[in-house]
């Protein structure tokens, strides 16, 4: 089981306010193959309003050296950006060394009821990541 508390402290202001908030999250792992994840966002972007996020992580590993892995992946911001999200990804892992790793993964998002809303305040909240293929490269020290 794993709590984390993280703080965001931003240098400038987010649409013309003070956009500094705190997240606390709370994990829960079985074997290093599946977590179960959740978290809050408290006074979100200065906003007074707090996101929820629920998260399921799977790991499969196919040898020594690749892993298989997914997540999906809810986000009740409904409060604060009049849309909540449903997101996952995919992909594979390659271990190179001890350090380092390469992965291929695919991500996916769906904004649920943002039909309902104007092009202007979709402009506030994170960019859609709908349809994306990324290879990262990991190095660790």
Known sequence: MDLTLAGYIY?????????????LFGQVHFRDLVTA?????????????????YELHTRFPLTDTTDV???VGYEDSGALLMYDSLY?????????HKYAALDLRYYDRERLGA???G???????PPAIENHVVVSVSLGF
């Open 119 to 125: 092009a202007l305040r979709l402009n506030f909240g």
């Open 37 to 53: 994840r959740t978290g809050v966002s408290i006074d979100a972007y200065g906003s007074s309003k707090s996101i929820q996020d």
């Open 88 to 96: 996952w990804n995919v992909g594979a892992t390659w271990f190179l």
């Open 69 to 71: 892995s997914g997540v």
């Open 115 to 117: 039909g309902k809303i």
């Open 11 to 23: 240098d400038h202001r987010v649409f013309s306010r003070e956009a500094d908030y705190v997240e």
